[in-house]
């Protein structure tokens, strides 16, 4: 092999490492500070119940004015039912 050649393929070696370590472009990646973290479905299922100690039994993911909400219904072991609202960013409870 040539030097020539063996420049060139140690160039061509170089190049592709340091495209394959360059971080992805900033434009496809979103900050986690510009998306508002909510609670999932599931995170604010398993701490309603934990909260309440009672069974939720229906959920709906309400938007009211802006503002992200879960509405549960709720099942005691001695039969009451109640209704409990969640904003989905905090998990605090609305009243």
Not at 32 to 49: D, F, G, K, N
Not at 72 to 85: D, M, N, P, Q, T
Request: with cysteine; hydrophobic share 45%.
């Amino acid at each position: 092999m040539t030097p020539g050649w063996m420049l060139l393929c140690a160039v061509a070696t170089l190049s592709a490492s340091a495209l394959a370590a360059a971080p992805p472009d900033s434009a496809a990646v979103t900050p986690q500070a510009q998306v508002p973290h909510e609670l999932s479905r599931e995170q604010a299922v398993a701490m309603v119940q934990t909260r309440y100690g009672a069974r939720v039994v229906r959920t709906e993911f309400i938007d009211q004015d802006g503002r992200h909400l879960y509405v549960f219904r709720l099942l005691s072991a001695a039969g009451k039912v109640w209704i409990v609202r969640l904003d989905a960013r905090t998990g605090t409870e609305v009243p």
